[in-house]
């Protein structure tokens, strides 16, 4: 009888609480969620520019790093006495595999790891240029020839080949 007794006051005991409205769900309100969903929202718009602004960087990093391997690898494929004029693509690549080395009259792609290179005798000069686009669009191209220190420059042009290099001035001594 007892037994019975109490699971009646049990009973009569949680229907006044949910006449007072005592009763409580655990869980979140809209509000609660919809203050979370702004601070997340706030979050993103400061974190976003912030890493948008590394990714340019980055990608002319790759560009330069994909045209200096190039460069120590068409150094490495010849001698003092033979020059760049006796340079050949298979030359390259067995120097460096990691590079597609394209044609001078082709676009090349840094994201892609490829390199548009020219080379050979112009003027009675030796030279070897290489260019690779970058994924920010802007084109790199690096210049070694005999008679002049490496040179670099930077170009924003429709085309990124090494066939439109020109290899007179307007060279750097860094990018």
């Given at each position: 009888?007892?037994?019975?007794?109490?699971?009646?006051?049990?009973?009569?005991?949680?229907?006044?609480?949910?006449?007072?409205?005592?009763?409580?769900?655990?869980?979140?309100?809209?509000?609660?969620?919809?203050?979370?969903?702004?601070?997340l929202g706030v979050l993103l718009a400061v974190a976003l520019p912030t890493f948008l602004g590394a990714t340019k960087p980055a990608s002319d990093r790759r560009a330069e790093t994909v045209l200096h391997t190039a460069l120590l690898a068409a150094r490495a494929s010849v001698s003092a006495e033979d020059g760049y004029a006796n340079l050949s693509a298979g030359?390259?690549?067995?120097?460096?595999?990691?590079?597609?080395?394209?044609?001078?009259?082709?676009?090349?792609?840094?994201?892609?790891?490829?390199?548009?290179?020219?080379?050979?005798?112009?003027?009675?000069?030796?030279?070897?240029?290489?260019?690779?686009?970058?994924?920010?669009?802007?084109?790199?191209?690096?210049?070694?020839?005999?008679?002049?220190?490496?040179?670099?420059?930077?170009?924003?042009?429709?085309?990124?080949?090494?066939?439109?290099?020109?290899?007179?001035?307007?060279?750097?001594?860094?990018?």
């Amino acid at each position: 009888m007892t037994n019975q007794r109490s699971n009646t006051q049990l009973s009569e005991q949680q229907l006044g609480e949910l006449r007072r409205g005592d009763n409580r769900e655990s869980g979140f309100s809209l509000v609660e969620l919809m203050v979370v969903v702004m601070i997340l929202g706030v979050l993103l718009a400061v974190a976003l520019p912030t890493f948008l602004g590394a990714t340019k960087p980055a990608s002319d990093r790759r560009a330069e790093t994909v045209l200096h391997t190039a460069l120590l690898a068409a150094r490495a494929s010849v001698s003092a006495e033979d020059g760049y004029a006796n340079l050949s693509a298979g030359k390259l690549f067995a120097a460096e595999g990691s590079i597609r080395f394209l044609a001078a009259g082709f676009d090349a792609d840094a994201t892609r790891s490829e390199a548009s290179v020219n080379f050979g005798n112009y003027g009675g000069i030796d030279f070897f240029v290489a260019v690779t686009r970058s994924a920010s669009g802007t084109c790199f191209a690096i210049l070694d020839r005999a008679d002049a220190p490496t040179g670099f420059r930077t170009d924003v042009s429709a085309n990124c080949r090494a066939s439109s290099v020109d290899l007179n001035g307007g060279w750097s001594e860094s990018w």
